[in-house]
């Protein structure tokens, strides 16, 4: 059975949570993750985006915290502050999904800077409301793939806690909750011994203890009984690419041209943050910093910037697709696209074209000296001759001023003979 690392991350993740969990989601593969629980294992799963949305039933798959189409259909809609104050900090969320640039051996987890804080190498999206999650969810996860770099002894900044420097210094610093009870990688699963430390306790099929330790930046130890995980299924795959996903925004790459589509990077970038308010860039590149080569995918943040254009943001710059054929002539014959601030609350679907494919070239100029001309009234109207006849913004004031000035237009408004 073929299937990415992603979906195997993503159905892993899926088997984790409860029945009648209540969990916090936005958006990217954790996302993809709760809503393919609740279709399977959990349909009692109680989903709460952090815009407000508590007991989401979303029809289709969400591409912010505040898509609309997370409203229909939902218990309660309340304000940013009572979810955090009066769900999150009393107890009332089970679960929340973390992940990050670095996760070191205690589960801390760095989102917000690579090299020192005020010189630093990669500036990263930082906490959004991440730290907060960690700090008071009754349990966390993290899902991320496996690489060395990931997965550093310590992390060089300390966005999200997990157990600090070890098992005790979680209840020290105050916080409540279990903490990062477990990782989920490409290679396996990690989970904390008696001393806080993360240890590898299962592996996918196929992969090997040596696998683990040689995407680890420390020495990594090894349960007694390291456990299989179950094979990915037929059913799993067919919710995850049919029904949650089908054009591959978070599985594959794929953005809205299909899955793999070169220029549209997938969705979830760097940092897959299940409550995030700056969300990543998306793949084809990476989020989280990592520069792109023409545009990602969604992300999923509030203000997203950099990379791509990322769904859901209110304002991003740049592309996450090729734009249409839009713009016009200015007066040295350059043909002008539209200004790249855009309204992206449909994740990019006014904008992007199917397929990946390239935006059509503007047409020819006209040859110099023979550019179309417009009648003498419309080129008053438009204030400046010779450009098509295009209305110019304040052109008709303008010329009336000017006209006016050098006395060819009488005091009551009416031209003189």
């Not at 892993?12 to 993750?33: H, I, K, M, T």
């Not at 309340?78 to 900090?89: E, G, K, R, T």
């Not at 477990?182 to 240890?199: K, Y």
């Not at 002008?336 to 935006?359: D, E, K, M, V, Y």
Request: net charge positive; glycine share 20%; aromatic share 6%.
């Amino acid at each position: 059975m073929d299937y990415s690392s992603a979906e195997l991350m993503i159905i892993n993740a899926a088997r984790l949570l409860r029945d009648g969990d209540v969990v916090f989601v936005g958006v990217g593969q954790p996302n993809l993750a709760c809503n393919l629980a609740k279709r399977t294992h959990a349909p009692n799963l109680v989903m709460v985006y952090e815009a407000g949305v508590i007991g989401a039933e979303p029809a289709r798959l969400p591409l912010s915290i505040g898509d609309p189409t997370l409203v229909s259909g939902s218990v309660s809609v309340v304000s940013m502050y009572d979810i955090f104050a009066n769900y999150l900090q009393r107890g009332n969320v089970d679960v929340g999904f973390m992940g990050g640039a670095q996760i070191d051996k205690h589960g801390n987890i760095n989102a917000t800077v690579i090299g020192g804080y005020d010189h630093p190498k990669v500036r990263l999206p930082g906490s959004g409301g991440s730290q907060e999650i960690a700090a008071w969810a009754n349990r966390c996860y993290i899902m991320t793939p496996h690489q060395k770099r990931r997965f550093p002894e310590k992390v060089e900044f300390m966005t999200s806690a997990g157990f600090i420097g070890g098992k005790g210094d979680r209840e020290k610093a105050g916080l409540r909750g279990k903490g990062m009870v477990g990782v989920v990688t490409d290679i396996g699963m990690l989970e904390p011994d008696e001393t806080g430390e993360m240890i590898l306790t299962a592996l996918h099929p196929g992969k090997t203890v040596e696998d683990a330790k040689a995407n680890t930046g420390w020495d990594l130890k090894v349960a007694a009984e390291v456990r299989v995980t179950e094979p990915v299924t037929e059913n799993e795959l067919r919710i995850l690419r049919e029904e949650l996903d089908p054009t591959g925004i978070y599985l594959k790459g794929g953005g809205r041209g299909g899955r793999g589509a070169p220029r549209n990077g997938g969705g979830g970038g760097l940092l897959f943050f299940l409550c995030v308010l700056v969300g990543g860039g998306g793949g084809g590149g990476g989020g989280g910093g990592v520069p792109l080569p023409r545009g990602g995918g969604p992300g999923g943040g509030w203000l997203g910037f950099g990379g791509g254009r990322p769904a859901g943001c209110l304002f991003s710059r740049g592309g996450g697709g090729p734009p249409p054929r839009r713009g016009k002539w200015d007066w040295g014959g350059h043909w002008r696209r539209p200004a790249p601030w855009r309204l992206t609350g449909s994740g990019g679907g006014n904008f992007a074209r199917p397929g990946g494919a390239a935006p059509p070239p503007p047409p020819p100029p006209p040859p110099r000296g023979h550019e179309p001309r417009a009648s003498p009234a419309r080129q008053r109207t438009a204030g400046r001759p010779g450009n098509g006849g295009h209305q110019a913004p304040g052109g008709r004031m303008l010329v009336w001023k000017k006209e006016k000035k050098r006395g060819k237009i009488k005091k009551g408004g009416k031209k003189k003979k």
